[in-house]
């Protein structure tokens, strides 16, 4: 018997010696592929039909808007009120994009990669919850930049063009107050499944189960109730904050509660993420 003897192949194995970019890099390359998922960029032709279908729809309705106001030269709906009047809208982009963002991931099984090095999962909830929030924040406040422009180039004096901008930013911070809440909730309930269409249906059923609870509360005889009436449901929650900090054109009041709808939105959006936080440590150690 003739005395085993081994073989070392050199098959080329080197070291890798470039830059080691770390967490803010692989936080920032998550995001920005969160955001692009959003609209379906770099995706199929078929990803990118309903957002941009949205998108599409909420970017004219800004057009007419701003074109009927040069004509009469009335505001027609103000930038305050523009993202009440897209409700719905938002409410199924988010049904659909919160699942494309984290629902796949759940599916795929790539979270362990994800969850490996130097990426906490702290930060997978973070960039998911900034690309959802910052997708809605365009899809409201980019037709509100276009009615301010059209506003703008309508005026007939630099003062004028400083009231519209005004009244411009007060829009933009309330898109800012939809967006957050709507990423929180959404990301939420599309965390519980892999299957997007559950998502989907899930996230849409959640805002229609709790609307007519507001209606419920809205005509009991209490007018504490009353004013407390909005805080039942997402969308009128955000409503509600938006009464308190900028009025409502159709007069709507929520007495003295602004303050605690302005607590309870908050309230909403940190508890999200709390349990976005818990759900994937318990998929991660699952």
Same mark, same amino acid.
């Given at each position: 018997? =003739? *005395? $085993? +003897?081994?073989? @070392?192949?050199?098959?080329?194995?080197?070291?890798?010696?470039?830059?080691? !970019?770390?967490?803010?890099?692989?936080?920032?390359?998550?995001?920005?592929?969160?955001?692009? +998922?959003?609209?379906?960029?770099?995706?199929?032709?078929?990803?990118? @039909? /309903?957002?941009? /279908?949205?998108?599409?729809?909420?970017?004219?309705?800004?057009?007419? %808007?701003?074109?009927?106001?040069?004509?009469?030269?009335?505001?027609?709906?103000? #930038? =305050? =009120?523009?993202? *009440?009047?897209?409700a719905w809208l938002v409410i199924f982009f988010v049904a659909v994009v919160a699942p494309e963002l984290v629902s796949r991931d759940l599916r795929s099984g790539v979270l362990p990669l994800y969850f490996s090095r130097p990426l906490p999962r702290a930060d997978y909830v973070y960039a998911k919850f900034a690309a959802l929030a910052t997708a809605v924040w365009l899809l409201l406040g980019g037709p509100q930049l276009l009615m301010f422009l059209v506003a703008a180039f309508s005026a007939d004096s630099?003062?004028?063009?400083?009231?519209?901008?005004?009244?411009?930013?007060?829009? %933009? @911070?309330?898109?800012?107050?939809?967006? +957050?809440?709507?990423?929180? $909730?959404? $990301? !939420? @309930?599309a965390s519980l499944t892999g299957k997007r269409a559950f998502a989907a249906g899930g996230i849409v059923a959640v805002f229609l189960m709790t609307t007519p609870i507001v209606g419920v509360f809205a005509v009991l005889p209490s007018q504490t109730l009353n004013d407390l009436a909005l805080m039942f449901s997402p969308s009128s929650l955000v409503y509600g904050?938006?009464?308190? $900090?900028?009025?409502?054109?159709?007069? *709507? *009041?929520?007495? =003295?509660?602004?303050?605690?709808?302005?607590?309870?939105?908050?309230?909403?959006?940190?508890?999200?993420?709390?349990?976005?936080?818990?759900? #994937?440590r318990k998929v991660a150690s699952s």
């Open positions: 018997m =003739s *005395d $085993l +003897t081994g073989v @070392i192949h050199d098959i080329g194995y080197q070291r890798y010696t470039g830059p080691r !970019l770390g967490r803010r890099y692989v936080f920032g390359s998550l995001y920005t592929h969160g955001l692009r +998922t959003a609209f379906g960029l770099g995706r199929s032709a078929k990803a990118k @039909i /309903f957002p941009w /279908f949205v998108l599409g729809i909420v970017a004219l309705t800004g057009l007419i %808007l701003a074109a009927v106001r040069a004509q009469v030269g009335e505001v027609v709906v103000t #930038y =305050s =009120s523009f993202a *009440d009047t897209m630099l003062k004028a063009v400083w009231t519209e901008v005004g009244d411009l930013v007060p829009g %933009l @911070i309330y898109a800012v107050l939809w967006a +957050t809440v709507f990423a929180g $909730l959404g $990301l !939420l @309930i904050v938006g009464v308190w $900090l900028f009025g409502s054109e159709g007069g *709507d *009041d929520v007495g =003295s509660f602004g303050p605690l709808y302005a607590a309870v939105a908050v309230g909403l959006v940190a508890g999200c993420i709390a349990l976005l936080m818990a759900r #994937y």
